[in-house]
């Protein structure tokens, strides 16, 4: 009962988490610090998560590149691969930039490639953006909601944020869980877990940020905006849109859990008026 509660009470003022805007909090203090971005600049955000998360699907959307999306328990990408250059302009900020997507090997990979090998694909990727002076711009960790528990796989998959923190600052880090068209009622029981998960609300204390992708380009592209966007008035103007989108889906949301906690509620009534029956029976 409580449980329902607490998912009515997250619904219903339901907001995308972003990190703190004051530039005095110790949690924002960290390196490396942001890369400043300039208008036109070419600039990288590497995907990750495990196997069947949908980072491929994911880039596919934001980019409308054609990398090859697995269909099986097997994962499709054994390499690093890079969709295709395309052009984001973040609302409020007033820059554009060029933006190439990075595809990585999920963890959990069914096919040959183990987690260490993976880990080196992407430790070496990000040197070599280092070494080539390329802008990495941040990073997004993909987590499907549809998982039932945390298991070991996402738990291996936070070595990465190791190496990722050593290259970017972690408030341009989006954990982002997907296959929301798949799980509703369910999802924010398991979203609320997600985010009281030590690993992640440990990820978040530092200054990532976590938002849902409900799938499609649009959804991709608020992730994409959450990380480009640095000014607090443009976070406001992109919150502004957000919020906007997610408007009729929570109301949507709303109207299943205030069933649902009806329906609790009753079943509570029914059992005390059975036990009520029962004590006047002794």
Known sequence: MRR??????????????RASFNPHSSRMVQRPTSTELKDGDTVFIVVLGITGCGKTTFINEASDSNLVVGKSLFSQTQEITLSKPFTVEPPGEGKKFDVILIDTPG????????????????????ERLDTEKGKLAGAIYLHRISDNRIGDTATKSTKIFRQVGSHVSMDKVVISTSFWSKEQLDGVFREIDLEDHPIFSQIQEKGAQMMRHDSGKDSAMEIIWAILTK???????????????????????SQMLSMEFDKQAQVSKQEIRNLDAQLKGI
């Open 107 to 126: 963890f959990d990979n069914t096919a040959k490639t183990s987690d260490v090998k993976i880990r080196q694909l992407i430790k070496a990727e990000l």
């Open 231 to 253: 000014s607090p008035q443009a976070k406001v103007a992109q919150e502004e849109r957000i919020k906007e989108r997610k408007a009729l889906s929570n109301q949507d949301n």
């Open 4 to 17: 329902v509660y607490m998912a009515f009470t997250k619904i219903a003022n339901y907001s995308p988490r």
